[in-house]
């Protein structure tokens, strides 16, 4: 029992000692999931309380990565310039804000609208949050920070989407006003106990007591001048980083549009969608019982190695899909799968912030999302033509081969030298 609870105390001990300000993030970050109940059931209020078809619903929720892209940019620049917490408090506000004003209109054309400012909102101040943990920690501790704000988003997305599904039939517009609440309390955690930290400020107050962190940055997180462009010349590896991250995110959106769809032909549509809704429940529950263990074990390691490996475990995974058929079977895939996010999850921001200077920190956490995110945008429309063409089985063995050889190049990472 000694050991066991030595053992115990170390993975736990990861997250000791950290900077205040990430356990108000992490507060804040589950606080904010936990009401997140607009976004995991917007294709229903399109289609079940709007009334439109399910394809009109796709179409403007692709159309929506538009703005949300163009406003995730313009947040990065925002970010660098004004500071994350300026930004932070002034556009997740006024998200919520429409968000309430959402909860006091009838479904209707005008009520999608109103959704999607509020969107356009959130996508703004989107780049803040990942710049700001990249200011307040070193390279010491900002995996074990990274991860613990995983562990916080993904405790709320527990509760949050099951209380939405109970509001969503009778009390819509609890739906919204409780999105709102949830959003302005998160807020008043960051307004209230995080000081602004822009580096300007950091550096200018180099001399402070406030904390050790702000004295401790890398060369390569000095301040720079010019463009982001400039940044990325000078670090063409977080180019190739997004570049591979694209194929682990076009792996992983397969998770939520093609083991549905498999689900539903081999177990029927009903019992489908039933099994899909258990396996996702298990996937939140194994994010929250490994994520301490997984970052407790590989902090001895190379962040790239262990995103890779990541990697390596969604290509396990996915092409597992190709030849089962058994229920049990899926939940091994899932617990798989989930091990891999886990891994890429926690060390992906952790890679950036390591490599960003910290004048363009919202800049960068604005243009390389964009540029893998296209993975997960593109996934299910790639993955549908494949499906319809060659099969589901050997469409699952092209996503492994796929992300197996990005995790693969991913490793190779490793060998580029980055010069400040």
């Known amino acids: 029992m000694h050991i066991n609870k030595n053992k115990f105390n170390d993975i736990f001990s990861t997250y000791m000692g950290l900077p205040k300000e990430v356990y108000i993030l992490f507060l804040g970050k589950m606080i904010n999931c936990i009401g997140a ?21 796709g179409l403007i929720l692709t159309l929506t990565a538009i703005p949300q892209g163009l406003c995730i940019i313009l947040g990065g620049k925002l970010v660098d310039s004004i500071g994350r917490k300026k930004v932070i408090i002034f556009f997740q506000s ?26 356009c909102f959130s996508s703004l101040a989107q780049p803040a949050y990942d710049s700001m943990v990249g200011d307040i920690t070193t390279r010491e501790n900002r995996k074990a920070s990274f991860s613990l704000i995983y562990m916080g988003l993904n405790l709320g997305f527990a509760i949050g989407p099951f209380i939405g599904g109970l509001l969503f039939e009778s009390y819509l517009p609890l739906v919204f006003i409780g999105d709102a609440i949830t959003t302005l309390i ?30 401790q940055v890398s060369s390569l997180e000095n301040e720079e001048t010019g463009s982001v462009f400039k940044v990325f010349l000078k670090r063409p590896i977080l180019i190739y980083y997004a570049l591979l991250m694209l194929t682990f995110q076009f792996a992983y959106a397969q998770w939520g549009f093609a083991i549905p769809l498999q689900l539903g032909q081999i177990f029927g549509s009903g019992n489908g969608a039933r099994y899909f809704g258990i396996l996702a429940s ?4 194994i994010v929250i019982l490994l994520t301490p263990i997984i970052t407790s074990l590989t902090k001895k390691y190379k962040t790239l190695s262990i995103i890779a490996s990541g990697g390596i475990l969604y290509a396990i995974a996915f092409g597992s899909c190709s030849f ?8 091994i895939v899932i617990l798989i799968i989930t ?15 390591n490599l960003t200077p910290a004048s363009h920190r919202g800049r960068v956490n604005a243009f390389l999302p964009l540029i893998y995110g296209t993975g997960n945008a593109i996934g299910p429309s790639i993955m549908g033509s494949m499906i319809d063409s060659i099969g589901m089985n050997k469409a699952w063995i092209i996503v492994a081969i796929i992300v197996g050889t990005g995790a693969i190049f991913m490793y190779s990472l490793n060998s580029i030298k980055v010069q400040a």
């Open 37 to 57: 109940f607009v976004y995991p059931l917007l294709s229903l209020i399109i289609t079940q309380k709007v009334g439109m078809s399910i394809k009109d619903a």
């Open 94 to 119: 006024f998200a919520a804000v429409f968000f309430i004003v959402c909860g006091f209109i009838k479904p209707s054309t005008t009520l999608i609208f109103f959704i999607i400012l509020a969107s």
């Open 186 to 215: 998160s807020i008043g955690l960051i307004a209230l106990f995080i000081k602004e930290t822009h580096p300007k400020l950091i550096n200018s107050n180099s001399n402070s007591s406030e904390s050790d962190y702000e004295n």
């Open 282 to 285: 298990c996937n939140g529950l």
């Open 324 to 331: 089962i058929s058994e229920l049990s079977l899926f939940f």
């Open 339 to 353: 091990i891999g996010e886990i891994a890429i999850s926690t060390n992906s921001g952790t890679f950036i912030a």
